[in-house]
């Protein structure tokens, strides 16, 4: 059995379980909660910076971070969120803009919750929110195409749009339209994506 070091709520926790359910590998994978937070998890042991997902393997070998963990499932599972051939490149960079969009949300939850309210820093939480900005309206531009085979890229995408409903009570869908409908499409594909939601 795997086990998955995660947290409900993290976004590239939800990645690489919705990639397993697509991949038809979730019944091969236990769920063990992490606290990054709490210095006697074992998450630390497991991985040195202390952040999940983690992955044990049945060897007891750790893999992480979430791109390293869906490609081992791709492989174990002999392919089918990972392209082959020109669309993998595609597939690569459009989980990089998806995982970026997360990274800077993320960090703007973290200043809120690490600082106290006197010294949230305004510059920095607007430079992280000029990233999901642009990352979005990318996204709105060139990715909001319902009906597509199923790849990382769009998986990472839904995960990215489910992390803002959830920490910024999905204010993003004021301005895009075309992620709304494309996200609807998603979570009609894959049901898992329900399964995993988590709310406020």
């Not at 909660?33 to 910076?49: F, K, V, Y």
């Not at 007891?60 to 993998?88: F, K, M, Q, T, W």
């Not at 709105?140 to 199923?150: K, S, V, W």
Request: aromatic share 8%; proline share 6%.
């Amino acid at each position: 059995m795997l086990v998955l070091r995660s947290s409900p709520a993290s976004p590239f926790g939800r990645k690489v379980k919705l990639s397993a359910s697509i991949l038809g590998l979730t019944d091969r994978i236990r769920i063990v909660d992490a606290d990054t937070l709490n210095p006697d998890d074992s998450i630390r042991q497991q991985n040195p910076l202390g952040k999940i997902p983690a992955l044990i393997l049945e060897s007891g070998e750790v893999l992480y971070d979430s791109r390293v963990i869906v490609d081992y499932l791709d492989h174990l599972a002999g392919g089918g969120v990972i392209p082959n051939g020109p669309e993998r490149y595609s597939a690569l960079r459009d989980q990089a803009l998806a995982d970026g969009i997360m990274d800077a949300a993320l960090l703007q939850v973290y200043e809120g919750r690490f600082r106290p309210e006197d010294r949230h820093e305004p510059k920095w939480v607007s430079h992280q929110a000029d990233k999901v900005r642009r990352g979005l309206d990318y996204a709105e531009a060139h990715l909001a195409e319902a009906g597509q085979p199923l790849h990382i890229g769009q998986i990472a995408l839904a995960c990215a749009l489910g992390y803002l409903d959830l920490r910024f009570g999905g204010r993003w869908r004021e301005s895009y339209p075309r992620l709304v409908a494309w996200l609807a499409d998603f979570e009609s594909r894959v049901p898992a994506y329900a399964k995993t939601r988590v709310t406020p």
